[in-house]
């Protein structure tokens, strides 16, 4: 299972298949597939809207908490787990009969040390931060389905970023945004209020054909029994081969020192530098580079830590695009629905995300050159010729 945000599904689902993965399933916030050992290895280095690649390896129904303890201290740990090992469990729980999942997680904990002292008269011990085996276990009603967390800390935890602003945007959403955007990586791509990065690296890594955690030091699986390093590396090698240069520029710009410095610095642990160019500038005062079609991308303050008027900097920066900015296509995500009002533009795409807890819309602004009732006939006589 491929954890993801809510809305990033499908694009998931495309990504697994792309990848190659075979029976392919669309959830809730998920995607179930199959795969051998190696495909797992490649999931995890290659997706970019994946959150945690979970292996379910048990399926049961408890209808209360003696059962769950009995199914699972009978479970055979022995492939997984050894005394000498640590062991952290994680927990979700939906329903009537398991409702508090700290509790479900001191049970499965307690299952499994009474199994392990009895057959090895020593135990596990539990490590919460760095375990050599972290499980999941995901209860809905009476069903129970126990998995091998793979990954270890969350896939947004790339390896690139070490410096950060008070509200950095997840990585993971990050792409999930700009696919969901349709950027075409042979047109421009700009952030115009760049803040530490993200929006371009993510982009850079997109157009140059890098696999998203390539930059990322461990995954959970290199501490399992099973763990091959040399089929690892060989995956590794061969998607390393197929980066290329990229065709459009990716630039961004802040008007604040410290995001500069900060995206510069995030953008060389990315080895990026010559693809990606930021300099300090202010928006509101920029003009649009070249004659050609340019893709804008951002995500401008949404009004909690703001000083200042929230809706006059939305409406300011619409006139910009408007005045600035033709054959432009913006795309401005936002949980400030009232700000967005104040663009004074008709938004031609909106998309319902979230951005931790923030609801949030992701909206296409098309900026076409001179009117848009120009740009239609244009298009229709396109179409007739």
Request: glycine share 6%.
């Amino acid at each position: 299972m491929a954890k993801t945000f809510y809305g990033m599904e499908k694009i998931l689902v495309t990504e697994l298949k792309q990848l190659g993965a075979m029976d392919v399933h669309e959830g809730n916030r998920l995607v179930h597939f199959t795969g051998d050992k190696g495909f797992m290895y490649k999931a995890n280095i290659c997706l970019r809207t994946a959150l945690k690649i979970l292996k379910p390896i048990f399926h049961f129904r408890a209808d209360n908490e003696s059962v769950l303890y009995e199914k699972l201290y009978n479970y055979d740990w022995s492939a997984f787990l050894s005394p000498d090992k640590t062991f952290a469990i994680d927990s979700v729980v939906h329903g009537k009969v398991f409702n508090h999942s700290l509790y479900v997680t001191q049970r499965c904990k307690d299952a499994i040390v009474d199994r392990f002292r009895k057959d090895h008269a020593t135990r596990p011990t539990v490590d919460t931060r760095y375990p050599d085996i972290r499980l999941h276990l995901h209860i809905f009603d009476q069903k129970c389905c126990l998995s091998l967390d793979t990954s270890g800390s969350s896939l947004h935890y790339r390896g690139y970023r070490s410096l950060t602003n008070i509200a950095p945007i997840n990585e993971v959403l990050a792409a999930g945004i700009i696919i969901l955007s349709d950027w075409d990586p042979r047109t421009d791509f700009m952030d115009p209020m760049c803040g530490s990065g993200t929006f371009l690296i993510e982009a850079a890594m997109m157009a140059c054909k890098i696999p998203a955690n390539i930059n990322r030091k461990v995954f959970a699986f290199e501490k399992w029994m099973d763990w091959d390093e040399t089929l690892f590396n060989k995956i590794k090698s061969s998607k390393l081969n197929c980066v290329v240069s990229p065709v459009g520029k990716i630039y961004g710009f802040d008007k604040a020192p410290s995001a500069i410095e900060k995206a510069t610095t995030n953008i060389k642990n990315a080895a990026l530098e010559d693809f990606i160019q930021v300099n300090r500038a202010n928006f509101f005062n920029s003009q649009k580079m070249g004659d050609g079609p340019l893709h804008l991308l951002t995500n401008p303050p949404y009004g909690e830590r703001l000083d200042g008027d929230i809706n006059t900097l939305y409406k300011n920066f619409a006139d910009t695009l408007k005045r600035s900015y033709p054959n432009t296509q913006a795309w401005i995500i936002s949980s400030n629905f009232e700000a967005l009002k104040f663009f004074g533009l008709r938004p031609n795409r909106k998309i319902k995300l979230f951005n931790g807890k923030l609801e949030t819309r992701l909206c296409n602004f098309p900026i076409y050159e001179g009117t848009k009732k120009i740009h239609k006939l244009k298009n229709h006589e396109t179409s007739k010729d």
